[in-house]
């Protein structure tokens, strides 16, 4: 979805996938889209990690789960952008716009 409106995506299977992408990844890399639930490490630990060698990244969290579910477990602070699974394109690519400021 994201390719079709112009976007370049660099995919990424797991959250240590995408820190080796990351790693080797000479271009710039504005967003990290991530699912919060993941198996060894969660989006929100995959964001920290990625902001010490990208500190200019944004963070776009996405979830099966509710928002008010996952900022009471305490998986996001109530500030950090958030998309509820399922979603049209049509809210993705606001919502891709809305974090990037465009």
């Known amino acids: 979805m994201l390719?079709?409106?112009g976007?370049?995506?660099?995919e990424a299977g797991s959250?240590?996938?995408a820190l080796a992408v990351a790693?080797?990844?000479s271009e710039t890399?504005?967003?990290l889209l991530t699912d919060i639930v993941m198996p060894r490490m969660n989006g929100l630990e995959l964001a920290r990690e990625l902001r010490i060698s990208r500190p200019a990244i944004r963070t776009l969290f996405m979830s099966g789960y509710t928002d008010s579910n996952v900022v009471g477990q305490d998986m996001i602070e109530a500030n950090m952008p958030?998309?509820?699974k399922p979603f049209a394109a049509a809210?993705?690519?606001?919502k891709v716009q809305e974090v990037l400021g465009a």
């Not at 976007?7 to 660099?10: I, N, Y």
């Open 7 to 10: 976007h370049r995506v660099l």
């Open 82 to 84: 958030f998309l509820q």
């Open 29 to 31: 890399i504005d967003l």
């Open 15 to 17: 959250a240590e996938e």
């Open 3 to 5: 390719v079709r409106q």
């Open 91 to 94: 809210e993705l690519y606001r």
């Open 23 to 25: 790693r080797v990844a």
